[in-house]
């Protein structure tokens, strides 16, 4: 089988042609999707991606309101104060809804568990370890055994402290044993600017923006965060993951995009927008295009289920937190 398909039809996500289903009184105006982030990553694209084939499911129009600030936390406390009806829901990923609570500590303006409802993840990825092409590594191993031999020498760019690339890297360092250090930028924009032009060595960064640098020959991949490696991104196929790398320490980075309201929002919006996801994500179209965008597509069965997988979540990055000794501007 094809990988496309393969990769398509292991999301599970394939649907007849959109289908109208605000059959019950929601939505009954414009649906708000909060992105917590500035326009042009990852977050935003995906988000941008996604809402604009929704409004002939929901009825109404949606639109993406970008309100960065605060590791994301200002948007999403945005959506905690919203009307609790479904008309303005958080459109995020994972460090959010998880990593913040740690990070921010009593600073944290918001419990996302207690003030946000969840909906459904939308998505899953990881990231991916490269190196500015003009540097000596052509592998893994010639990374880990240089920054050996010259402790503090190799620089890494991470699009903010606490992020996923962050928190994985000082992970991947630790059971490496060796000391990189860490430059956290205002986003993934400037750290890869910084990295085409070699003031930084590496990122360990979400892929999307990653990708046209390795294909122009600027970037070169080493690693890629999950345990296995990537059989559904063909240009990473061959790179290795972190269960050959670093066996037996347990790294594997996992990403996710997903959607939640405000706690109190009526079980019947929640899960009408849930099946309103479920119906676009699985459109070929946009699952192919997710895939370019090295973005799996999945949508949790209902709510609940989102909900128990974000439960099970939060010792996962309360842990990475912990070990990085990562505290929040």
Not at 70 to 98: M, R, Y
Not at 120 to 147: D, H, S
Not at 178 to 190: E, M
Not at 211 to 219: A, C, K, S, V, Y
Request: aromatic share 6%; with cysteine; net charge neutral.
């Amino acid at each position: 089988m094809p990988l496309s398909r393969r990769a398509l039809l292991g999301a599970s996500l394939a649907l007849p042609a959109l289908a109208p289903i605000a059959a019950w009184g929601f939505p009954t105006r414009p649906v708000r999707f909060v992105v917590p982030i500035a326009p042009g990553g990852a977050n935003d694209i995906l988000a941008r991606m996604i809402t604009e084939r929704l409004p002939p499911v929901l009825g109404q129009p949606c639109v993406v309101d970008n309100r960065p600030g605060a590791g994301g936390n200002i948007g999403a406390l945005a959506v905690v104060q919203a009307e609790k009806d479904g008309h303005t829901l958080l459109f995020t990923s994972a460090n959010v809804l998880t990593a913040n609570k740690y990070l921010y500590g009593t600073r944290m303006p918001f419990e996302a568990e207690r003030d946000l409802a969840p909906v459904t993840r939308v998505g899953i990825g990881t990231i991916l370890m490269v190196c500015n092409a003009q540097r000596p590594w052509k592998n893994f191993a010639e990374l880990i055994a240089y920054a050996k031999a010259n402790p503090g020498r190799v620089s890494m760019g991470s699009s903010g402290t606490g992020t996923i690339s962050h928190l994985y890297m000082e992970k991947v360092k630790r059971a490496a044993g060796v000391d990189i250090t860490h430059i956290p930028y205002r986003g993934g924009g400037p750290a890869i600017s910084d990295l085409v032009a070699g003031t930084i060595d590496l990122m360990f960064d979400v892929m999307p923006a990653l990708l046209p640098h390795i294909r122009e020959g600027r970037f070169r991949p080493l690693a890629v965060g999950s345990a296995e490696r990537l059989d559904y991104v063909p240009e990473l196929a061959q790179v290795p993951g972190m269960a050959e790398l670093l066996p037996g320490q347990g790294i594997d980075a996992l990403n996710w995009w997903c959607v939640a309201a405000p706690a109190g929002t009526p079980a019947a919006a929640l899960a009408t927008v849930n099946d309103a996801l479920r119906q676009v994500v699985g459109q070929e179209e946009v699952a192919r295009r997710m895939l370019g965008l090295t973005i799996k597509p999945m949508v949790d069965t209902t709510p609940e289920a989102f909900g128990a997988f974000w439960k099970s979540q939060m010792p996962v990055w309360q842990a990475l937190v912990t070990e990085s000794g990562a505290t929040a501007e």
